[in-house]
């Protein structure tokens, strides 16, 4: 009988597990990256040559190694980071697998060179392949130096993989950045064939650094937030207006406990916020830091540690995708939506981003300068765009209900003084936008897009408090539909119904339609229930996801509003504008389409070489 099974020798299991701890020179710098930081450097210098395959170095000015525990790092399940498993989940450094030096050594030639502060001299360890082959001391200064070169030059296979240098100069480029917005309190460098590619100096906040990292012209863009939830759970950072997307989910940097992640939940989460407010494959950008109790979160799922595991997994991604939606639903950055050129040259404080005390406050219709009568119209039209009576004097809220509109956004919304409705009418152009100007500059709104989001809106209240209010048809609009169309509407009466669609069976494959919702009284009734019907169609009918009612009233509002090449009077405009302050996420479409653009002075000026 022979044995077959054997354990093991050590360098093999060590290029194992670089199988999945190293993938690409990107996912090395990672590595030494979370070790400086680890280590407490708050200066870090990285410099590759050729995309990382020649060469990574990444030198750090954190506590280094003592000379044992310079040759015990090169272990495999070596870790100074912790003890029992108990640590497992309380951990507070990227670090705990003790797996990464070991792997990157057993992949490449690696030197290691290091100095803890008190001692007089550091140490240096040459290993290749995974095996020591020299080690001598050696003055050095403070910190921690590790030099990569030759990745995957024992693992041919491995080596092929790797793409063009400047691909993977660039995955190297989006990991430093990655962890350089996480801590702007480290200078940090990235140099490639001896250029610095990125610097980011010691910064005292959060947007300095994405200033440093992203790019200043973003933070216009950019509104802060920061939530606090049951459970210890916190959220801060920025997200970025729904104007400003990618094509990619790459902008989206999410953090838990100070480590980036792309957990599917938190992305989730994070373009549920979103909801309604982006064009169709378009992402956000934002810098969110979730903090959790360490306990509630596994980060020991994936060797890289790029994925982690809620214990509660609904809990967070509440909590993250409501405290998203609530801070875009007053649309702070409206009044900053400015082209970069306007730039100051200092980074702006985000306090100016949500100073409000800029925006003129809109006048009073009672006190307009105009005859009566106009007063009169412009009250009427104002209600009959509300589609409810109100005084211009205490205008009503279409709130969300009020577990989800958090009470400073209410008195926002209450405030006559909303932006829309402070603009100066200048016209309209092209019977679709309306032309408006505010303080020096021009505004355009797209006044189908501003239609759609507030019909949106209120059907989306309506919605929520039940159903949609219905009007009774005085004549019942008798329609045939074929088989299929048959069925659809007969299993869906009910919800037809909560959308506001009152409908009888009359014989045959004919139905009465008795009642449309009340906002939509104008359209052709007949048309936009078999749209409707159709959409329903493609659900099952108890089983309504908050996604599906939305794409319904979507289609609803896009029936029921102002068409393009649609005449507005001077009072219809405003009333429109004024409205549109009264609803939530006023600054586009349900589309994602924006519903306002600015102009500024200086660019109009620009155009006429006036500057
Ligand atoms: P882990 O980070 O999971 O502990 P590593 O293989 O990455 O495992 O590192 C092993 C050990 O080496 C660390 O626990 C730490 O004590 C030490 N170490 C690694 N890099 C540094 C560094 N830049 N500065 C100081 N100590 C380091
Ligand atoms: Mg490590």
């Not at 006048?363 to 009576?389: K, N």
């Not at 949106?456 to 539909?481: D, H, M, N, T």
């Not at 506001?500 to 936009?528: R, T, W, Y």
């Amino acid at each position: 009988m022979t044995q077959k099974i054997r354990i093991l020798p050590e360098v093999l299991c060590n290029q194992i597990s670089a199988g999945e701890v190293v993938e690409r020179p990107a996912s090395v710098i990672k590595e030494l990256l979370e070790n400086s930081l680890d280590a407490g450097a708050d200066e870090i210098r990285v410099e590759i040559e050729k995309g990382g395959k020649r060469l990574i170095r990444v030198s750090d000015n954190g506590c280094g190694m003592s000379q044992d525990d310079a040759f015990l790092a090169l272990e495999r399940h070596a870790t100074s980071k912790i003890n029992t498993s108990e640590d497992l989940f309380a951990l507070h450094s990227f670090g705990f697998r003790g797996e990464a030096l070991p792997s990157i050594a057993a992949v490449s030639r690696l030197t290691l060179q290091t100095r803890e502060e008190e001692q007089v001299e550091g140490w240096s360890i040459y290993v290749e392949g995974g095996t020591v082959r020299r080690a001598e001391a050696a003055g050095l200064s403070r910190g921690t130096c590790i030099e990569v070169r030759d990745l995957f030059f024992n693992t041919p296979a491995r080596r092929k993989f790797l793409r063009r240098d400047d691909t993977e100069t660039s995955h190297i480029a989006d990991v430093v950045s990655k962890l350089a917005l996480a801590h702007p309190g480290v200078h940090m460098r990235l140099q490639n064939q001896g250029r610095t590619i990125l610097e980011a100096y010691r910064h005292d906040t959060l947007e300095a650094r994405i200033a440093a990292v992203l790019g200043r012209s973003l933070l216009k863009d950019l509104q802060a937030i920061s939530h606090e939830g049951g459970d210890g759970l916190t959220l801060h950072g920025f997200i970025g207006s729904p104007d400003c997307t990618r094509s990619t989910t790459g902008h989206m940097y999410s953090y838990v406990n100070g480590r980036y992640i792309r957990d599917r939940v938190i992305q989730h989460a994070i373009l549920d916020g979103y909801r309604n407010l982006l064009l169709k494959g378009r992402y956000p950008v934002v810098v969110l830091f979730l903090e959790i109790d360490p306990a509630l979160v596994d980060v020991n799922v994936h060797p890289t540690k790029h994925e982690v595991r809620f214990r509660d997994q609904s809990l967070v991604h509440d909590f993250v995708s409501q405290a998203v939606r609530s801070s875009l639903r007053p649309a702070e950055w409206l009044q900053v939506d400015r082209p970069a050129a306007e730039e100051p040259a200092s980074i702006p404080s985000i306090v100016s981003v949500t100073d409000k005390t800029a925006t003129p406050q809109v006048p009073d219709v009672q006190e307009l300068p105009l005859a009566t009568h106009h007063r009169e119209r412009i009250q009427e039209s104002l209600e009959t765009y509300a589609g409810r009576s109100f005084q211009s004097t205490s205008l009503p809220v279409y709130h969300a209900s009020p577990d989800r509109a958090c009470p400073s956004e209410a008195q926002n919304s209450s405030e006559p003084g909303g932006f829309f409705g402070s603009l100066q009418i200048l016209g309209q152009y092209h019977n679709s936008y309306i032309i408006c100007q505010d303080g020096d500059d021009l505004v355009l709104i797209d006044q189908h897009a501003a239609h759609e989001r507030i019909g949106f809106e209120k059907l989306k209240e309506q919605w929520r408090s039940g159903a949609v209010e219905r009007q009774q048809l005085l004549f019942p609009a008798v329609f045939e539909v074929d088989f299929r169309e048959k069925d659809s509407l007969q299993q869906h009466l009910q919800d037809l119904l909560k959308f506001g669609f009152e409908i009888e069976p009359f014989g045959g494959n004919s139905f009465a339609l008795q009642g449309v919702p009340a906002l939509l009284k104008d359209v052709d009734g007949v048309e936009l229930l078999r749209d409707v019907a159709a959409e329903l169609g493609q659900h099952s009918a108890s089983h309504l996801i908050e996604d599906a009612v939305d794409r319904l009233l979507i289609l609803m509002a896009c029936h029921g509003m102002v068409r393009a090449n649609q005449a507005l009077t001077r009072p219809e405009m405003l009333a429109l504008l004024r409205e549109l302050d009264l609803v939530d996420f006023k600054t586009h479409c349900p589309h994602g389409r924006p519903v306002m653009k600015r102009l500024v002075l200086a660019e109009i000026e620009k155009m006429f070489k006036r500057t």
